[in-house]
């Protein structure tokens, strides 16, 4: 069977523009070509055994020139592949999306094309500038600043500056003199309302609102630098007070987040909501523990315990699914009561359909150990290394326990020199920390000797913070240890910054 080219655009930057046809089209891939724009939280949505191609594509340098890219694309069809040909913004809105569907006509290649969310509209509206206002203009315009290598841009500013609508100009940066020049000498009027947006969607977004006339020199002045998109018309005008993202709370913001990757999704979406550029590096991974002929022996006697303790929703997977190779489910546990260490333990017991019994008004070990209203023998199945509060509370009450661990927590990510450098340069001044865990894992992966002296840890408990201070991380602490308390320390500490 031969295989399929799909183009799918990945919009301007913010990975939630992505259209859900295109994301499950990147989930299918086998194949995944990309371009330097591409978010990296979209490429992190590429399946773990695809292939990944990064083409690298910029205005002055070509990492693989086009005609390389369109050979790229056939040749991995013709071997039968799954290919996904990720492009920033849209395909076919300056992307060369036709260019690179042409080769695969002519060998009758199989191709979709998924269509994305273009800057010339989406980095406009994240900047508060409509492109379109029956009171300012009727009619929108889409311009590529862009030329061909070796030849000279060639617009016909006149009839742009007779149509009298918003003007968007693509990939115009090094060219945006020209472009002021052109429609100034076309007769426009230089107090036109003009702008630039830089990273448009992202956020790191950057708006230079001025006039045609001015634009030049305050884009100059501000630094403003590729991607961006240049913006005509009265319609900018209306920026300053239409722009919405600039008041989000963490904008442009680094926060690094260390959950394990397949945890991480809460807490990063929530602080991209409140536009925070979310670094994700998960730096621990949870495995269970297979076989684990301890688990099993005591669910076989589960009538033997009071309650059933869980200090993870790693631990309640691990229950869940030895519970069904069991063929048990909810009714095998009629008579046990369950305990969660925090909110997220309880959430894992109700998506099994179960409740918890007692969950601890201080999300921590000591608080659960010590809290937990058990007379008869506690069940504990957690990490193959969990913290020895809980132990020592159940100790000092002398309630029988058995401390069984049902999963591994492993260091993730290798030594990176990346990360490291960022840290040291100044350029992540937040982690979260949702773990001691996850500060073991963060520190074995930058090394011990790293300079922490730039780095804020939000940690969501006292355990995890004291951690962070062993390695010399100055702590904010969360009011409580949900993912929710974690968001607010975040938001509490870039407004003090």
């Known amino acids: 069977m031969g295989g399929k080219v799909t183009l799918v655009g990945a919009g301007p930057g913010d990975p939630g523009l992505l259209t859900l046809k295109g994301r499950a089209a990147i989930e299918q891939a086998e194949v995944v070509v990309y371009d330097r724009l591409v978010s990296p939280a979209i490429l992190a949505m ?23 890219i369109n050979r790229i694309l056939l040749e991995e069809a013709l071997a039968g592949h799954n290919v996904v040909r990720l492009k920033g913004g849209d395909p076919f809105v300056f992307g060369r999306g036709g260019e690179e569907l042409e080769l695969l006509t002519e060998h009758g290649v199989d191709f979709e094309e998924v269509p994305g969310i273009t800057s010339a509209i989406a980095a406009a509206a994240y900047a508060g500038i409509p492109v379109t206002h029956r009171d300012f203009c009727s009619s929108l315009h889409i311009i590529t600043g862009h030329a061909r290598a070796g030849k000279e841009l060639t617009i016909d500013f006149e ?16 060219a945006m003199p020209k472009i002021v020049a052109g429609l100034l000498s076309a007769g426009m009027d230089g107090d036109t309302p003009a702008a630039m947006v830089e990273n448009g969607t992202t956020p790191m977004q950057r708006r230079c609102v001025a006039t045609l006339a001015t634009l ?20 900018c005008s209306l920026s300053d007070g239409f722009c919405w993202v600039e008041k989000r709370p963490l904008h442009g913001r680094t926060i690094l987040v260390t959950r394990p990757k397949t945890r ?9 909501a409140l536009g925070a550029d979310v670094w994700e590096y998960p730096c621990i991974e949870t495995t269970p523990i297979l076989p684990c002929p301890a688990m099993t022996a005591a669910l076989e006697r589960l009538g ?55 969950v601890p008004e201080i999300y921590d070990a000591a608080h659960l ?45 290798p030594r990176s020199e990346e990360l490291r450098a960022a840290l040291e340069e100044g350029k992540v001044p937040y982690a979260t920390f949702t773990s001691a865990s996850t500060v073991k894992g963060f520190v074995s992966s930058v090394g011990a000797d790293a300079d922490f002296s730039s780095l804020t840890g939000l940690c969501i408990g006292e355990q995890t913070a004291a951690e962070a201070r062993r390695h010399g991380i100055a702590v904010e602490v969360a009011r409580e240890a949900t993912i929710d308390a974690v968001v607010e320390l975040a938001c509490a500490a870039a407004s003090q910054a």
């Open 46 to 68: 590429i399946p773990a055994g695809a292939r990944r191609i990064n083409v690298g594509k910029e205005s002055s340098h070509h990492l693989v020139p086009q005609e390389g």
């Open 369 to 413: 150990g010590s809290g937990i209203p058990a007379e008869g023998k506690v069940l504990i199945l957690r990490a193959e290394i969990g913290s020895p509060a809980l132990t020592q509370a159940l100790d000092r009450r002398t309630i029988a326990y058995d401390d069984i661990p049902v999963y591994q927590t492993v260091y993730e990510n």
């Open 264 to 272: 991480a999704g809460t807490l990063s979406d929530k602080l991209r």
């Open 216 to 235: 030049p020199d305050k884009a100059a002045a501000m630094g403003i630098h590729s991607p961006a998109v240049i913006l005509v018309g009265k319609v």
């Open 304 to 358: 033997d315990y009071e309650w059933l303790v869980f200090t993870s929703p790693a631990g309640v997977e691990a229950f869940r699914d030895e519970l069904r190779r069991l063929g048990k489910d909810g009714r095998y546990l009629a008579g046990v009561k369950l305990a969660a260490i925090g909110t997220g333990t309880a959430r894992a017991l109700r998506e099994m359909g179960l409740a918890a019994d007692y």
């Open 159 to 174: 009839a742009l500056v007779r149509a009298g609508g918003t003007l968007v100009f693509l990939m115009g940066v090094s």
